[in-house]
């Protein structure tokens, strides 16, 4: 009722004592034993765990493919929506008196790094190189693969992929936590976020189920992303001359070279973690972020300028125009030609990047949550969706835009389009440049996917662990923060290892399903909590807890 105040309390029990001291148990054993089953029956049984992950997918892409498409275009219109009305978006994060912790920089630059910078330097290139080649428009007939008139197209799609919808899946997640946590005094913790609906019984069974869901999600929509970024690592360390022993015959990672990777990359993240978001992860992000714009100088003063700014704008306008239709556009199987291949297309494609993101969602949305209290809704969604998402078609636009133009004018050949999608920029950077300056920049570019890497996997365990300690910011557990950290490890060495990418992809669109009902429930919770507030305010009824 909004004549009587929300509930600003939720007991989650957590143990005083013991090796689980500060934790809800119910929670992180749970979880652990979760993760860990899946790594055990990867590693030990893996023809087994190929099978039967993809029988669950191939039914789950088949029979949720709407489900999929339909719920991420709510999660953009309510974030939008929210933000352009005037009441709402003037609201806070916080307190009246609550000032933001890190400054616009800081707070953009973990944002990013946290929520897209591996992708960013494995797919600006392979995405638009991609639908380049194929994509719904050549399906139909309305453009041609590999010609000068698909390039608009191909960024229209890539822009779909990598733009507003996916940052909002983050930004709804992070808004919900944050309004719950940082208004009524909530536990930092996924379940906060469906009190309206739940009330006080997320205390219990129902609560924990939410936060198991969560991390689950979070840990195979982490692992999805690492195993991108492995792949494109061990390339650049072949590239400058670790060895051919971490790579195959094909270039994919050899096994030597994914032991490796993450040795070094989740052995920095964990230390990083058990510093806080307030100094490692906090100079991390601003370092990336520094040579990420020192990368984007670098293609903006010798790679194809022009024809990455006119793609830039032609493909921006398309993707606003089109954008209302592409939300909610689902193809079905119908027997024809044609529309197989445009539903084959779909869930091959948006339909697992919206399963992605998803999975992404409860690791980015805490952090977000985690790094914004003070700053208002409409401060918030233009900085956790729309400039990130600018950010992102600036890089798709430079960088995977002189990838096609070195291909359309016949100076790379089929040298890009033909290389894994691990090394196309790096075998982009050996065609641009001399070898020397060609090994330079391959060395920044592994340094700078290295602290994306580290950043992402480090944020993942402070987040997991603080889902498990009930929202508990604070690095406490050290021992739970290595477990986590050799458990991602173990998550994505291991289906590397048995079934490369592909089994990592299909054990996080499985785990990513259930999450997205948590996801729309939060839509509706918020929802209903911003009205009743507004009632509670027009009555003289108390909505926030204001402190002492």
Partial sequence: MANKPPLMEL????????????????????SKLLVSALIVWAITVPDNAAAVLNALNGALLKSFASWYIWVVALFLVLCIGLALVPTTG?????????????SRFSWF?????????IGMLTFATAEPMYHFATNPNVIMGETTGSTADNVTAAYVWSFLHWGFSAWACYALVGLSLAYFSYRRNLPLTVRSALVPLFG????????HVVDI?????TILGVAQTLGFGVEQFVAGLNRVGFGDWIVQPDGKPSSAGIVLALVVILG?????????VGKGIKWLSNLNMGLSFFLLAFFILFGSTFFGLNA????????????PALLFTVWHADGTETGDALAAWQGGWSVFYWAWWIAFAPFVGVFLARISRGRSIREYVLGAIILPSLMCFVWFTLVGGTAIDMTLNGAAGDAIAGAG????????????LSSGLAWIMAAIVVVLLLTYLVTTADSAILIVNTINAAGEESPKGRVHIVFWGVALSLVVGGLLLVGGLGAIKTAMVIGALPFSLVMFLMCVALTKAIIKDAIRERRGVKSLHLKA
């Fill in 213 to 217: 869901v969560a991390v689950v999600a």
């Fill in 11 to 30: 007991d989650i029990a957590t143990a005083e004592r013991g090796f689980y001291s500060g934790f809800a148990k119910s929670v992180a054993i749970p």
């Fill in 90 to 102: 003037r609201l806070k994060l916080g307190l009246p008196e609550d000032r933001p912790e890190f």
């Fill in 200 to 207: 006080a019984r997320l205390s219990g069974p129902v609560g």
């Fill in 312 to 323: 830039l704008v032609t493909g921006l306008v398309a993707y606003v125009i089109e954008l």
């Fill in 268 to 276: 920095a993240s964990t230390l990083s973690a058990l510093s806080g």
């Fill in 109 to 117: 630059s973990m944002m990013f790094g946290a929520g897209i910078g």
């Fill in 421 to 432: 999608q691990e090394s196309q920029l790096f075998v982009m950077l050996d065609l641009m």
